[in-house]
């Protein structure tokens, strides 16, 4: 309790502070730490115009293809394990650059396979190393941005997800296979060089009794001209009252006072990846063939509206909220999925069974891009703004580790849920989008223009 009214005090110190600058620094920090969410995003849509060419070119069944394509999600369940423990023994500077060595490894061993095992060793590797990368840029980004801005800049790692996805999905018209593993590496090595001139999190820095060392770096990525004082005292007590409450193991994450951040944290993981998305983004090309729709004209669509799409939630995150645009974008997924469900399920339909592929081509874009303004990115931002200090780490390797479990299922089991019935598949995503709205009605909590502090204050007076 005495360290809840120190931070109360803090608070109050900081509720004097002037608006932060937005400084090269900052821009340029994020922009490096980002550049691995496009890895991430090319890992996600890399199956989804390969999957012809790979079964033809390597003689895989659809059994051997669903499993090289849910290894991702696999390795990304192995790789959030260890993520949250390394960014806080190691920092996560030293994490991303252990990422991007498993990714670039995993990316090269697919461009060379010539048989199934080095195929899908690729493939665990590049998991392995996006499951690290999920964890850490969303919690990097937040420790490292002032409130007015947070949403934003952390926004910016479904911006380049979906940089990845668009371009795969694009250059999968006409690009090889192999080629596209090749650039699914680049943003690695750009980042790899990138990281030696940034600066690691001011919050892990205090964390490690670096205090003058926090200071400096704050003062850094806030400009000269800033007062760092209310925001660095703010984070000492924080730190503070989390080393009261130093002796966390798991069985402490449930206990009933970090049961609300522990259910909205798990919570909208499993909504996330049940909602869909773990179909349509990784097997798109195929939902196409099978409605009769043309498949490169439908993937080249996807391509050129899921950034801009996902700039309209980047403008809005820290206009509306979180809570607003979580349950706008779950609402559009619904609709989406209902629209799905009725183009397959007049497929067969005399008389109306023409309007199969014009349904499914306006049902996958509108999901497509009501996923990219909500539902990819806010899961992710919450989780790196409703954990206190004192149980980040478990709780974010437990979410995290919630995430990629569920997409692995999610994913492997996609392409045996549409030989099972492609309109019941939807219609379960539609139930779970709409679950979705009202989970976040009644749980989630708003945390736009709060300090990651603050937001923790506002659980422990719920």
Not at 260 to 285: D, F, P, V
Not at 298 to 314: A, N, R
Not at 384 to 394: R, Y
Request: positive net charge.
């Amino acid at each position: 309790m005495e360290g809840e009214k120190n931070m109360e005090k803090g608070l109050l110190l900081a509720k004097k502070e002037e608006t932060a600058n937005t400084t090269p620094l900052l821009i340029f920090s994020t922009f490096i730490i980002v550049s691995a969410s496009f890895t991430f995003g090319a890992a996600i849509g890399y199956t989804a115009d390969t999957m012809s060419s790979i079964m033809s070119d390597l003689d895989l069944s659809l059994a051997q293809f669903s499993l090289f394509g849910s290894l991702t999600t696999f390795g990304g369940m192995i790789g959030a394990i260890f993520s949250a423990k390394a960014a806080a023994a190691f920092g996560h500077k030293m994490t991303l650059w252990v990422a991007d060595l498993f990714c670039i490894t995993g990316w090269l061993a697919i461009a060379l396979a010539k048989n199934i095992i080095w195929l899908d060793m690729g493939r665990f590797l590049v998991g392995i190393g996006v499951g690290l990368i999920s964890y850490v840029v969303p919690v990097y980004i937040a420790e490292i941005t002032p409130k007015h801005v947070r949403g934003a800049f952390t926004f910016s790692n479904q911006l380049l997800q979906n940089c990845g996805v668009a371009v795969v999905y694009y250059f999968g018209n006409f690009l090889s296979w192999r080629t596209l593993a090749i650039i699914g590496s680049i943003p690695c090595w750009i980042q790899v060089i990138g990281l030696f001139f940034i600066p690691e999190s001011p919050r892990w820095l205090a964390k490690k009794g670096r205090d003058k060392e926090c200071e400096e770096v704050l003062q850094k990525l806030r400009g000269r001209r800033y007062d760092i004082v209310p925001e660095a005292c703010e984070i000492k007590i924080s730190v503070e009252a989390s080393k009261q409450n130093s002796n966390i193991n798991i069985r402490s994450l449930f206990k009933k006072r970090y049961a609300h951040q522990l259910t909205i944290g798990i919570g909208l993981m499993l909504l996330q990846q049940l909602c869909g998305t773990a179909g349509i983004g990784s097997y798109g090309s195929t939902l196409f063939k099978l409605a009769g729709f043309p498949a490169r004209i439908g993937m080249m669509v996807l391509s050129l509206i899921v950034v801009p799409k996902s700039l309209m939630g980047l403008i809005l995150v820290d206009r509306w909220g979180r809570r607003p645009l979580l349950m706008t974008s779950a609402f559009g997924l619904c609709l989406s999925c209902i629209t799905l469900a009725v183009a397959f399920g007049v497929k067969d339909v005399p008389g109306i069974g023409k309007i199969t592929p014009i349904f499914c081509f306006i049902g996958i874009l509108s999901f497509t891009m009501m996923f990219a303004i909500g539902m990819g990115a806010l899961p992710w931002i919450i989780m790196s703004e409703i954990f206190p200090m004192d149980i980040k780490v478990l709780a974010g390797s437990l979410v995290t580790i919630a995430n990629w479990f569920t997409g692995w299922i999610a994913n492997y089991g996609f392409n045996f849920m549409l030989v099972w019935s492609p309109s019941g598949t939807f219609i379960i995503s539609a139930i779970i989008c709409g679950a979705t709205i009202v989970f976040t009605w009644c749980l989630v909590p708003e945390t736009r223009r709060l300090t990651l502090e603050e937001i923790q204050l506002s659980f422990v007076n719920v």
